[in-house]
RNA sequence: GCGGGGUUAGCUCAGUUGGUAGAGCAAUCGAUUUACACUCGAAAGGUCGGGGGUCCGAGUCCCUCACCCCGCACCA
């Protein structure tokens, strides 16, 4: 049997690439079902799952994904060539805010407002841009390797996934688990949105701490970073101990502060640290959430004075309608011409903004949905969500990789308050929550009836009206997009229906991500599965690190410009070069540097292999493969050691040690396949001195090589199984067959 | 402040239950037209952050100090 041309060159994966894909989704093999169903992979194997972290729909994979499909698709090539039924279910996530900021700012460019717009025009244009992402994700996880199964691609926002959240918001909201609430919440004034604490960065700024009374005859200096918040304060807060004691009680009436007047009340309370600042907190109720605590306690009102825009409301001549910033200098102005400002210090103090916006976030009172995470559950044994949340990973049954970050989601989830899902953007699932229009003529003309269905309908469906024609409109409000994520273990595989995908695929066996959405998304999947299903979502939790520059920057969505492109890089170097380069020296949890000598060093490897493979295709061409001529005691030796390695590896596979697999195949492959057996084949070839028990050994060393290296080099490996391919199936019946649904062990 | 992590060869990092310190890259010396747009061979390189403890034995377990990183909460 002729080697084909291409052999005689060195590899080259541009040329490869591509056309191997093709082959591998024409074989359908990525579909656990047509494994099945042409029988490389028996109906009652075990199942292995992952769904795929969708992407958000705002533009390009950087290397933090690429990183994520690397790791998933040597996983899933593993499992799939271990036999089991395997199953890797991609989609994309629309990433509500993400991508609504994203598009804004496209339009901004235009000079085109979203408002001007219209939420129906402005969505279409949202889900233009998404659809294009979309495009681009999905070409781009092609280019990867990555063997998933697109037959069942979902995306967070499509209409499956939208009864799967409007359900599970009905369920939620029957059991008392979501509630509409009226509480202080993280208004992002930039995105005119609420958002969730944990979408919050606090930035580290120099600001002063103004330290000053409210009045000349008022007892007791008040410190503060926000003078323009004062305008807004209801009372003073002291300990009830503390040295302020014997103003307990005392009231305030018409203070003249900086333009308007205010009725101070002086209050004790327990959660007042006497040592801190001067011993007293003065109180505005409605931004800050400690203060609308204390002064709910205290029966204090809690009027807001800064509005939606962060501009100063209902605060006298001076500061109405100004911004916060510009509110403040006036204050602090007039309390300096009043002499009531006692001390200004600089100090360092860190100021929440918008992970998305980059906006300040204000503390603001509104209406809004929440998760409550602490109330007790009858159908799920009466635990809290919080336990619901704690207890698996307490108890072993969704194990985190590395075991670390086990500690630190037990202390995120003892301080979890309760989650606020609603948002006031336009992208994403709508609230299933109707209100009635504001008035109902009953169509049987009975004045009696007027008001009685004015009432609000939490529904997965659209509700009607009984008495009149106006009927329902539906809450303005999106959903925050990781209720839709937290679901996306099920939601992908048919829940709320009971589907066979659901059956033999959940819990999924493993979910691979980066560490930084432990909270966001892994802990609140958790949530949603336990307490909808009542059973975890995954076992397996495999958190890889951060990709970052050789300099140490971390290769982030938002430094968007800077990261280097995968595509790049494999246009570059090939592939396999890039996912060795990703795998060896990194382990889970840890950061990578990615280094493009590395990387070129890999596509050395790739290419070692393509002339390892030359030789031994060229040496072993006459041998029949039915028939291998036995093993001498040196060559058996070799094939002892290499079935010893093979044992090793498929543990330290199922123990997700793949950068110490990588690491060991590669070097097994080059120093003692490449440096050893095949050097000492060549003598023994020439001098005609046991040359078939050699050639043997070359060709079963390689074959089985092939197999072991193809999770992390599919390409490379699959091109060179393609031309040994008919060798082994002569005689056999054609059809596709490929590398990827080899077993490792032959049966 | 609370929590987590790191410190091992020039660089990037492995090091599984404690048993003589490893890999890749870089650098050094030598060989070679070869399955190899190179590759092979050889040698070199580390008081495993400092100090203390447990142990026959510690990179690994315990205590302590130093420096660095990352979360979370932020305090009026």
Redesign the pocket.
Known sequence: MELPEKLL????PKETEERIYKLWEDSGFFNPDVCVKKGVTKENAESFSIVLPPPNVTGNLHTGHALMLVIEDIMVRHARMTGKKTLWLPGTDHAAIATQAKVEKILEKEGVRKNDLGREEFLKRVEKFAKESHDTIVNQCKKMGASLDWSREAFTLDEKRNLAVRTAFKQMYDDGLIYRGWKIINWDPKGQTTIS??E???E?RKTK?YTFRYSKDFPIP?????PE??LGDVGV?V?PEGKWKKYIGQLFSNIEFAGTKLIIKIVGDE??????????????PAH????WEIAGRNSLPRHPIINEFAKMVDTGHLTEGKKTTEAREIVVNWLKENNLMEKEEE????I?TAERTGGIVESLPKLQWFVDVNRKIPSRGNKSLKELMLEPVREGKIKIL????E??Y???IE?LRDWCISRQIWYGHRIPVWYHEPICIPKTGKEDLVGKCLEMIVSAEKPTCKYCDAGYIQDEDTLDTWFSSGLWTFSTLGWPNQTEDLKNYHPTSVLETG??I??FWIARMILMSQYLLGEVPFHNVYLHGMV?T?D?KKMSKSLGEKAIDPLDIIAKYGNDALRMAMI????P?????L?E??I???G??A??I??????VL?QTKNLNIKNMPKLDKEDKKNDEELQKILAEVS??ME?F?F??VA?KL??YF??T????I??RS?KKIIENNNADSARNLLLSHLTTLLKALHPFIPFVTEEIWQILLPRRKVGEPTGVSTLMVEKYLDD
């Open positions: 060159k060195p590899y080259n604490d944990d919050i960065i606090h580290e701490l008040i410190s503060t970073t926000r918040t004062k807060a300990h959660e007042v640290d006497p040592e801190f600042g001067t011993g007293a907190v003065g109180l505005t800050s959430l400690v203060d100090i360092k103090q860190s929440p590395p075991e670390h970050f500690k630190v037990f202390n995120w301080n560490h930084d432990l909270f970052r050789k140490g060896v020296g990194n382990t949890g840890n950061d990578l540097k280094d000598n590395d070129r060093g890999y050395k490897f290419n070692k393509w002339n390892a493979a030359r030789f060229e543990k330290e123990e040690k950068s110490i690491e590669y070097h080059w120093h396949f490449a440096d050893i095949i050097e060549k």
